[in-house]
Nanobody
């Protein structure tokens, strides 16, 4: 069983930055692809970013490309999401997820474990 705990959310003005972190309680996080998803009120959960087991491949949804950066530290069992130039439409609960399957994916159903989420609110 993998437990994921997100931190770093909060309230920020448009144009500001936040860094989310996800701590995984697992012996070998390098077994898992890792992803960040978000869910805004009244909307479905959507993919934000993903990083492969070794960190050599990353995917981003188009709306965050050039603003968000996903990274991981397998020695520390953490995966981070650096969010810059934040916009009000980035407001959502952000979830960290872990995926044991072979290929790096962007679909939520592929991910096996989920954190509880952290709230990000961007004011205009």
């Amino acid at each position: 069983q993998v437990q994921l705990v997100e931190s770093g959310g909060g309230l920020v003005q448009a144009g500001g930055s936040l860094r989310l972190s996800c701590a995984a309680s697992v012996r070998t996080m390098s077994r898992y692809h890792m992803g960040w998803f978000r869910q805004a009120p009244g909307k479905e959960r959507e993919f934000v970013a993903a990083i492969s087991r070794t960190g050599d491949t990353t995917y981003y949804t188009n709306s965050v490309k050039g603003r968000f950066t996903i990274s991981r530290d397998n020695a520390e069992n953490t995966v981070d999401l650096q969010m810059n130039s934040l916009k009000p439409e980035d407001t959502a609960v952000y979830y960290c997820a872990a995926d044991l399957s072979i290929g790096l994916g962007t679909d939520a159903y592929k991910y096996d474990y989920w954190g509880q989420g952290t709230q990000v609110t961007v004011s205009s």
